[in-house]
Every structure is written in C-alpha cells, then in structure tokens.
C-alpha cells in the first residue's frame, strides 16, 4: 500500500495532470478549470501497475509536486540537494551576468558612446528601476500561468538574447567600418534594445530563482524542511560571490581586452546555465499553477464589500470551507481560521443568498465573486499581515545604498595609501563582501547546530528574530560612520595641511557591520516571506521581497535630496558638500542611526503582533504552524 499521498493517475480514461514544465518546449497551458480537474484526477486513481512495482518501494512527497512527467515526485529520485546544487551554480551564471554587465556599463556610456555624465547616470538609473518593476509582472505569471520551471527557461533565454545583442552593439565599430555614418546613435539603439530585453529576462529569472529553489524541498518530511533554512543561506552565498568574480575578473577582461569581452564571455555563460538547467530537468520538483493570486485577492475583497452590512456570526465554523473530503481540496493545503482583520471574513459568510449551494457543497456552482472559502479568505489575511513587515525591511536597505555612495565619498575624503600601496576609496565595500562570504558558512555551519540545541528550532533562531538582529546592524554600522567622520573632521581641523590623514582603513568596521546585517536580514526575509506565504504566491512574495531593495535605493534618494534641501540654505554648505571638510557627513550618518532605531522599534512592533499561517495538508492530513 502506498503512504499516504502517493496515489497516482491510471493511465486510462481520465486526464492526466501535467508538470508544469514537460521539456523545453512550452505548451499551451490548461485553463484553471481543467488544472483542478486534473488535480482531482491525479489524487483520486490509482497508479498504472507498471509504474507501481517500479517505485513502490519509494516514498513520495506530500506537498503535491510532480516529476518531469507529471507524476507525484519521488523523494529519492527529485529535488533536495541533488537539485538544488545544480540550481545554486545557474544562480551563480545569473548573477555573474547581471553584475557584470551593470558594473562597467556607465564607464562604456561616458567613454566609448560619448554621453555626458548626467545622461549616462539617468539611463543607467532608468534601467536599473525597470529591472526593479518588472520581477512582479513576472512573478504573476509564474504563479498564474507557465509556472516557475517554464518562466526560467523563457527568460534565461530571453536574457541570453539581450546580452548577445549588447555584445554586438560593441563589436557593431568593427564589423561596419565605412557602412554607417552614426555609428554611434545605431551603437546606442542595439545597447539599449539589449539591455531592456535583459530587463525582461530579469524580470522573470529574480522572483523565480530563490523559490524554484525552495520548491524542491518537501514540508511535509521534517529533514527536508530542515535542509530547506541552509539552502536560503547558500542561495546569498553564491549570488555574493557572482558579484564579487563579476566586479573583479569581468571588469578587468574589459578593461584589458576591450568592453565588448565582457558580454560576450556573459552570453556563454547564460547559454552554459541554460543548457544545466534543461539537461537537468529531470532532478527538480515542479508545483501545479493554481490560477491567478490576484484574482483571489480581489475576489475576497469584492465578497467582503457586498456582505459589508452583514453580521459576521458568533462561531467562526460557520464561516463557508470547502470539507476536508472535496476533491478539490486534495493535495492543497487548508488555512485554520484566525480572528484578526475580520473584515474579510464578510467574504465566507453563507449568506440567504448562498445557503442553497452551502447545502448542496457544489463549490464550482458558486460565485467566487460572492462567497469565498475561508482558506481563500486567509490568504489575503496572510499578505496583509506581511506587509508591515516589510515596510520596515525597506530602511534596511536605504542604509545598505550608502556603501557605493556616501560610505565611498567619506573614504575618499581620507587617507587612502596602506604602506606603499594605494587602495582606491571604493574597494573598501570588499570588506563588505568579504564579511558575507565568510560569515554565511559560519552561520550555516557552527551557529545553526548550536542555536538548534538550545532553541529546538529547526533554523536555531526563528525568521522574525533573524531579521530584527539582522535590523540592528545599520544603527550600529551608521553609529561607526558618524563617529569616524566626527573624529576625521576634528583631525581635518587639526592639521589644515593634511586634511585627508586619517587612515581609511578605519572605515573596515562600518563596512563589516553592515555585511553582517545583510547575513541575518536578507537571508532571514529570503526564508521568512517563502515559508509564510500562501501557496498560490510564492514567486509573488518573493517578488515584492525584492522590490523592498529597490524601495530602499529610493529611500535613499529621497533622504538625500531632503538633507540637500534642507541644510544647503542660504549659501550654507550644508551636510554634504563636495568638500566633506566643510559640511558634516557625520550628522547624516546620526540621522540615519536615529531613523534606524525607530525602525528597529517599528518592526519589533509588528512582530510582536504577527500571527504565523497555521495550516494542514490535504495529503498527508497533518497540522503545521510555520515557525517565526
């Protein structure tokens, strides 16, 4: 007898489901409709015999992936590690690309296509916020339509075609000498066209990558949820170290062999990391799409709204759920009812209106727009609780945009010659990395067993603590700035003579504290947001996780101009100028010190008041509260 769960599809008469991704070929994609008939399908045969004796013997997952071909998974045989090692190096091939193009791209507007620097800065910045946009249009249709298998390989394709197109618009000089008298305006048109289209490759691979990942780890076998916490912890490790290779040996190619190398050694490496990814197919775990997230959303919006007027009743079973029995149910996990935000909960009333189909249990008969299931209800509850927190996580990364911006002015302001060598002010965010790098294996390695011991928790320490620790660290890293620049001013002033002395070596501590908060808070929001979001918004979730860095950049901005404004009146200098001897950089870094306790106060706050989602697996009828 198979465990429970591992019912599979006979092969005769009724449909079979399908993974979400069969081959490299992309299929048409079944309507929701005919997914959850299939789904149905699959829970409720038996499986072909031939089929049977081969892996009975196996034990299947019960979160309700499938293999390649459309078969409830074998944890022998799919996901885990063996996949995942395979997912980390196409990781490594992404962000090897993405930063190696980003890196040197202003030096090639400036020098080679002849822009001027605020022209170049603006197009930069333009690219880089559409870059930021458009993970979530790609995240919607990872979770609505193709699936997160299908939207990788469409987009590392599409990627891998801006990038051959920004090498050509490099080569373009060479290979039309005497053709074309503006080179240089067709230069820039295939560049561009090539970086948007690397834009749109983007969109789909960031939301896609990190819960692919986590995708091939089963929550319902407590040793794979617990290998889940050290794979967001190396997924960190390996995007830091295609960064750190990308501002290093690809700038140095470029600088030495001409910029057009440089996208030209990235395309191989996308079209090597495609080729793993589907050469590999056959190891990963793929998640049925469950129809559009948003629509859900707006659904129980829209029912909550009609029953506005209507008395929400004393005994919340009473609110509309589709019985443990339906068959739509199977394989998908059911949300517990909770008592907070009960505005929503206006949309599961059984209304008069709705007490025929309540009584007949014939969900497919009822208005989505009218009566939703109270784990449809808990979704939304379970985005809107998440979005406080990462409101808060937004500061975080205002203070992480000052380490290649006033971090890097503040050394140049300095003493940059260690012994008889010269450090430029920006390789100083080294150090940064270098903490990150080193720290991630220590964390995963040495803290993890130990805080385990003492806690009883599979992660050692729970999301929402990680991330508050990790919360801590721009006060501390700001704290460090503010009294380096206090006591640089005071030795400027001391020695007119020698008004950069101070050595910039000093700045180590402030660049390691804040690598060390990139440790704890991106890796723990990673974690957090992928193992409490609802089912159906996984990509999404992370998606919006990754739109918090860019809301920082922005915070940042803005925080900047505000200070501009504000202190440079009236012929005043104000805190930044460009002689950082006649302002004072060190009242930023207090403000922002100051800004970050608050924050600090704002998310212990909203954590305190969290509710993690309690859920049970249809599969495997087991209850499980996801861990803080």
């Known amino acids: 007898m198979l465990p429970a769960g591992a019912q599979l599809l006979k092969t005769s008469g009724r449909p079979a489901i399908r993974a979400e991704e069969s081959s490299a070929t992309v299929p048409a994609m079944a309507s929701g409709s005919e997914q959850r008939e299939q789904a149905v399908a699959l829970l409720d045969h038996p ?49 090897l690309s993405i930063n190696g193009i980003t890196c040197n791209l202003i030096t090639y507007l400036t020098v080679f296509l002849g822009m001027g620097n605020v022209a170049a800065a603006r197009s930069v910045s333009t690219w880089q916020a559409t870059s930021s946009v458009i993970p979530l249009a790609g995240a919607i249709l990872a979770d609505s339509y193709w699936g997160r298998y299908r939207t990788r390989v469409i987009s590392f394709s599409t990627f891998a075609v801006g990038m051959i197109l920004t090498a050509l618009s490099a080569y373009l000089p060479l290979l039309v000498k ?10 820039e048109f295939i560049l561009f066209l090539g970086l948007y289209i690397i834009a749109v490759g983007v969109g789909g691979l960031r939301p896609c990558l990190m819960s692919f990942g986590a995708d ?39 600088d030495h062999y001409g910029w057009a190398l440089g996208p030209t050694i990235l395309a191989a490496v996308l079209a090597g990391g495609l080729s793993c990814l589907v050469a590999t197919s056959h190891k990963y775990r793929f998640q049925p799409t469950r129809g559009s997230p948003l629509t859900g959303v707006c659904q129980v919006v829209v029912a909550a709204v009609r029953n506005f007027n209507v008395q929400l009743p004393s005994d919340s079973s009473l609110l509309y759920e589709l019985p443990e029995d339906n068959p739509v149910m199977k394989g998908f996990e059911r949300i517990e009812h909770t008592t907070d935000l009960q505005f929503f909960d206006k949309a599961a009333i059984v209304a008069p209106s709705n007490k025929e189909v309540e009584e007949a249990d014939l969900p497919a008969l009822r208005g989505p727009w009218r009566l939703c299931a109270v784990t449809q209800v808990e979704e939304l509850k379970i ?67 130990v805080a385990r011991r003492l806690t009883g928790r599979e992660n050692g320490i729970s999301g929402l ?108 200098p104000g805190w930044i100028p460009d002689d950082l001897n006649e302002g004072h950089l060190d009242r930023f870094f207090w403000m922002m010190a100051g800004l970050g306790c608050l924050n600090l106060m704002a998310f212990v706050s909203c954590a305190m008041r969290y509710k993690s989602r309690k859920a049970k697996c249809q599969r495997c009828g087991s209850n499980f509260v996801d861990n803080r």
Do not use: H
């Open 178 to 187: 005497n053709g074309i008298s503006n080179v240089v305006s067709v230069q």
């Open 47 to 95: 499986p072909a015999e031939g089929f049977l004796s081969q892996g009975a013997a196996e034990a299947y997952t019960t979160d309700g992936s499938l293999d390649l071909d459309g078969n409830p998974a074998l944890k022998q045989r799919t996901g885990g590690w063996r996949a995942c090692r395979t997912l980390l190096a196409i990781e490594f091939c992404y962000n």
């Open 465 to 572: 603590q990680r991330i508050g620790a990790g919360l801590a660290m721009p006060v501390l890293s700001m704290g460090a700035a503010a009294f380096l620049e206090t006591a640089r001013l005071r030795a400027a002033k001391a020695s007119p003579r020698a008004p950069n002395g101070t050595s910039v070596l000093w700045q180590v501590p402030q660049y390691a504290l804040e690598g060390v908060g990139q440790v704890l808070t991106t890796v723990g929001q990673f974690s957090f947001f992928y193992s409490q979001a609802p089912p159906a918004m996984k990509t999404v979730c992370t998606a919006l996780g990754l739109l918090s860095i860019a809301a920082g950049e922005y915070l940042s901005s803005l925080l900047l101009t505000a200070v501009q404004w504000a202190t440079a009146t009236g012929g005043a």
């Open 216 to 254: 091939q780890f089963d929550d319902g076998d407590p040793l794979e949820r617990r290998a889940k916490g050290p794979f967001f912890n190396w997924y960190v490790f390996t995007m830091y170290c295609g960064s750190t290779i990308a501002s290093t040996g690809i700038v140095w190619v470029q």
């Open 383 to 449: 985005l809107v609780r998440m979005l406080p927190l990462l409101a808060t996580i937004v500061f975080f990364y205002a203070v992480a945009a000052q380490v290649p911006s006033t971090f890097v002015e503040q050394g140049m302001a300095m003493d940059t010659t260690v012994g008889s060598a010269r450090i430029p002010s920006a390789s100083m965010s080294t150090f940064n990395v270098l903490t990150i790098v080193v720290l991630i294996p220590l964390y995963d390695r040495v803290f993890v067993p």
